[in-house]
């Protein structure tokens, strides 16, 4: 990503950020934003995948919404790049974190910043499962995993 930037690319960051009511079996993590982008045309297909992700029989109130602003916003961003791009009518400038959720905003945090709930969740599950430093882009303790 560092060497994208620096060779003058572009570099969106997102954050997922569902209630716990829509998402109340994944939450936020890892994945979630997979059925939000490719949410399938048919009833049949989307129980299956609302059931899998979200733990319901159906796509839970504004699931639909999210799914149709990623499509829309992963399009034009393939279309014309990130001059100008939009998340559900939030300018989304590309020196900004998109939040993806039912109240879009761009902020100047990006997930890789140790301010982020993206950064904290991390590093919050990577030490209370026995790493001893478990922060984004520094050197990890691997030895707890050399033990399983």
């Known amino acids: 990503m560092e060497a994208l930037l620096q060779a003058g690319g572009t570099v969106l960051t997102y954050e997922i950020d569902l209630p716990k009511e829509v998402s109340p079996k994944w939450g936020n993590g890892h994945c979630v934003d997979l059925p939000l982008l490719f949410m399938p045309a048919s009833k049949g297909e989307q129980a299956f995948v609302s059931k899998v992700f979200f733990g319901k029989e159906e796509p839970p109130p504004g699931v639909m919404k999210i799914s149709e602003n990623m499509c829309a916003a992963w399009s034009d961003f393939a279309k014309a790049g990130s001059d100008g791009l939009r998340f559900g009518g939030v300018e989304w400038p590309s020196d900004k974190c998109m939040t993806i ?33 478990a922060m984004v882009g520094s050197p990890v303790d691997l030895s707890p995993l050399q033990q399983m």
């Open 101 to 133: 959720g039912p109240h879009p905003a761009a902020s100047d945090v990006a997930p890789f910043d140790k301010k982020s709930g993206w950064y904290k969740a991390w590093k919050n599950a990577l030490e209370s499962n026995g790493f001893k430093e």
